[in-house]
């Protein structure tokens, strides 16, 4: 039995029928995350976890070095929105990064908008933004305590007020403006008290005219008939055309155009299925639009489409796929950039605007390019690029020479150069060959004794590519690694990489985990008793899946924000929309799958790993029943010596716009729970 005393979580006699399978599910009341019970329990938790976390001899000295490290001004690439640009800066240990404005880049600007004045604890957060074409108006989206939900405001940029205009209970909103005013998308307001945990339905289309009150707001767009849909609208550059886009999980959408000059009630549907994803890059001319796209190309390609004549069989390739995959495109100078993933790393490549190639242009490592923000007919551009071991360092492009210089590069009270990130290939149980990124010390050997942090997320063709984390850095001055494995349900290789990681064969992404942990340990990279797995959201499922399948194999896990019942997760906020990747239960056959991996219905009495799980009580995009349920179930099934932990983050949400105070104390929790039971000496 555990040698941990954990607070009592009831169990209620609950039973559901499956197609034939009864099922308990016994934490079922741990769903009323409102509930004055529900409440009682997270205090009663947290004060168990804090009470382990405070006797970890170095925590202090861990969270005094993550904030040294943390302390140091960051930048985000400048954008220029009519005749000025704009960034965002953060001074080192600010909660929230703020909004700059210059009108020239090479003076310092001043501040335009600074979220750290909106909250006395940092939680409200900037949410996005757009400008008006002219630049004079700036619509922003603002979160609080970290909820998908948003509120939209307006500033007049020539003089820094606030209009009157004022938007409520938007979600999964962008900002796309027309004139005097702007597109975007919410759900009917929500009852108060099931905000954060009821299903989001019937997401709705809306243009806002400045000036005018919500409720007086023009409807757009909306499907009656379905309610599990998103709607999301994006204009050109230029304003000429609208692109409205519909979805029913998070792959394929249809494709609707609007030419603006006519209105907004002649709304020509293009693709009227889900099959594909289709993207717009933009207006090159001529009513021709540019698209990214699926259909036909896995790895993606460029498409064309005359607004004169939509229909299919008018559409033109206009660049073709590659062996690589595609992942953006960018009108820039009267070019087309076009960033491509190589086994999960970036590389650029340019075209004429009439899709034929000219040159690639060298990256400054392995690693990511964070997008290009440039005008359509300007030379002048910006991008971002990290790696494992190089902070956001931003470069000015010149789109006219093709050439790239260093615009501005971080400081921070770290010697990177002292490490190194290597690229190797491990076989899954099936065969496959998957990648994997290591990161350490140069110089280190490999004995098998280097605490190691596994990192996966595997689902919903998101690739995780090289970045860079401060929170890292105490695992690799410490002599640690930290690994990343590309496994299958991402898009690192395009759509047949994520087809072969969802619905029937989500099971080859736990196989590619373990896999990935079983390649470290034959290596000599590490041991069982010295790694841990971490990951978030699905990434969360992931571990919660391989640390039920395989418990010896790991000495720790860290599972957060995680989706941990697949019976029942599509009932809950957004979660419907995740089907195309995981199925419901609903349907007998994936019924069969998904228990046969369901975290929370695979627990049996077992010893597992050390385990931390993190969650956050306005967390409303995977709701944190899902924590409460598989750590009482966990707690109550642990036969090791090992802890089973849950900390719940109060007022944040999924991870969006977490303050940074909040961030160094989770990651200092994080790390001091995973080097204290790997038994790791840090240096602190």
Known sequence: MSVFKYPQSRMDHVMDN??????????????????AETESWVRAQNEVTFAHLDQIPFRKALQERLENLWNYEKYSSPFKEGNTYYYFKNDGLQNQSVLYKTSDTAIEGSVVLDPNTLSNDGTVSLG???????????????????SDWSSAFVMDMTTGDLLEDRLEWLKFSGIAWHGDGFFYSRYPSPAEE??????????????????????????????????????????????????????????????????????????????????????LIGHIGEGILLFLCNEDAPRYKVMAIDVHKPERQYWKEWIPQLEDTLTGVSITGGKLFVTYMHNACSKLSVFTIEGKYIQDIVMPGIGTLAGISGKQEEDQAFFTFTSFTQPNTIYALNAKELTYDLFRASKLDFDTSGYETRQEWFASKDGTLVPMFITMKRDALKDGNHVTLLYGYGGFDISVTPSFSISRLPLLENGGIYAVANIRGGGEFGKAWHKAGILDKKQNVFDDFIAAAEYLIEQRYTQASKLAIQGGSNGGLLVGACMTQRPE???????????????????????????????????????????????????????????????????????????????????????????????????AGHGAGKPTDKQIKEATDVLGFLFYHTDTQIQY
């Open 194 to 279: 099931t905000a954060f945990s009821q299903s989001n339905e019937f997401h709705a289309l809306y243009y806002h005219q400045l000036g005018k009150r919500q409720e007086d707001d023009q409807l757009i767009y909306t499907d009656e008939q379905f309610a599990q849909q998103n709607v999301h609208a994006v204009v050109t550059e230029d304003e000429k055309y609208l692109f409205i886009g519909t979805s029913q999980s998070s792959s394929g959408n249809t494709l609707s155009l609007v030419d603006l000059d006519r209105g907004y009630d002649v709304i020509v549907a293009v693709v009227n299925n889900f099959e594909h994803d289709y993207s």
């Open 128 to 146: 996005g933004l757009g400008f008006s074409k002219d630049g004079r108006y700036m619509a922003y989206l603002i979160n609080r305590a970290g």
């Open 18 to 35: 499956y197609h034939g399978t009864q099922l308990s599910d016994p934490y079922r009341w741990l769903e009323d995350d409102r509930s």
């Open 553 to 651: 194999l790991f000495a720790v896990a860290l599972p957060a924000v995680g989706v941990f019942d697949m019976l029942r997760y599509h009932l809950f906020t957004i979660g419907w929309a995740w089907a195309a990747d995981y199925g419901k239960s609903d349907d007998p056959y994936l019924f069969r799958h998904l228990l046969s991996y369901s975290p929370l219905h695979n627990i049996r009495h077992t010893a597992y790993p050390a385990t931390l799980i993190t969650t956050a009580d306005h967390d409303d995009r995977v709701v944190p029943a899902h924590s409460f349920k598989f750590a009482a179930a966990l707690q109550a099934a642990q036969q090791g010596d090992k802890p089973v932990l849950i900390r719940i983050e109060v007022s």
